[in-house]
């Protein structure tokens, strides 16, 4: 009786610091979000590398839980977000206004699927892809 007491706080423990991991995760990737919608705030990438490193490590900690499909949202909002901008990128070279438009897109599209993440994740939900 008293080792079932001790594995359901072992997995409440775990659920807890997988969860505070996904909020400093989330808080980077706002931060990097946010300074990629407003012009001249640039926070640079080093906080989405840092946050893309969080979410690589916890992943595997996560399996099985309700917070894994954040861990996998993330990273798939940060792959998706990449390759669309070096998709994007010789629009800068050919004309500047699409280079603009496009990066800003992306940029408000990966605010957006940060933001879901984070509302999903305060509801302890799992997010659906």
């Known amino acids: 009786m008293n080792d079932d ?4 706080q072992t997995r409440a423990e775990r659920a807890e610091g997988l969860k505070a991991w996904g909020w400093v ?21 080093a ?9 690589l490590v916890k992943k595997g900690d996560a399996e099985g839980t309700w917070q ?3 861990y996998a949202w993330r990273i798939r909002t940060v792959l998706w977000a990449g390759v669309l901008y070096v998709l994007t ?4 070279f050919l004309f500047l206004l699409p280079g603009w438009i ?3 897109l992306i940029s408000i599209w ?3 699927r940060i933001v879901r993440g984070m509302v999903t ?8 892809a």
């Open 5 to 8: 007491i001790i594995d359901v």
């Open 25 to 45: 995760s989330y808080l980077l990737h706002l931060i990097v979000a946010v300074g990629a919608v407003v012009p001249g705030a640039q926070p640079g990438a």
């Open 47 to 55: 906080l989405l590398i840092v946050a893309l490193v969080i979410d």
């Open 68 to 70: 894994a499909s954040h």
């Open 89 to 92: 990128a010789p629009l800068w």
């Open 102 to 104: 496009a990066w800003g």
């Open 110 to 112: 990966f605010l957006y």
């Open 121 to 128: 994740m305060n509801q302890d939900r799992a997010i659906n």
